[in-house]
Nanobody, 114 residues
């Protein structure tokens, strides 16, 4: 059973930065496109960013220029560097294999507030 463990969230002031990490257990990490999603209170989970196994990257428009997704296949880890954070970025952040809608981890809480 593949497990996903997210970490790195916290409370940060507007304009601040955080770096999220997600470790995927199991084999063949390098063969999977990985994605970050977020779910704000009272809202549906939404796509944030994706990195393909070949390195192709996509972002939702609201985070372009502020967030950077990357991966380290040797560590089976995907990262999300978040800069210039805004209050509307407040959410629980999850990672998963791109396109998969089950087997979610516990997520990591990001709160942007002064």
């Amino acid at each position: 059973q593949v497990r996903l463990v997210e970490s790195g969230g916290g409370l940060v002031q507007p304009g601040g930065s955080l770096r999220l990490s997600c470790v995927r257990s199991g084999s063949f990490f390098s063969l999977y496109s990985m994605a970050w999603y977020r779910q704000a209170p009272g809202k549906q989970r939404e796509f944030v960013a994706q990195i393909g196994r070949g390195g192709r990257i996509e972002y939702v428009d609201s985070v372009k220029g502020r967030f950077t997704i990357s991966r380290d296949n040797a560590k089976s880890t995907v990262y999300l560097q978040m800069n210039n954070l805004k209050p509307e970025d407040t959410a629980v952040y999850f990672c998963n294999e791109a396109g998969r809608n089950d087997n979610w981890g516990q997520g990591t809480q990001v709160t942007v507030s002064s």
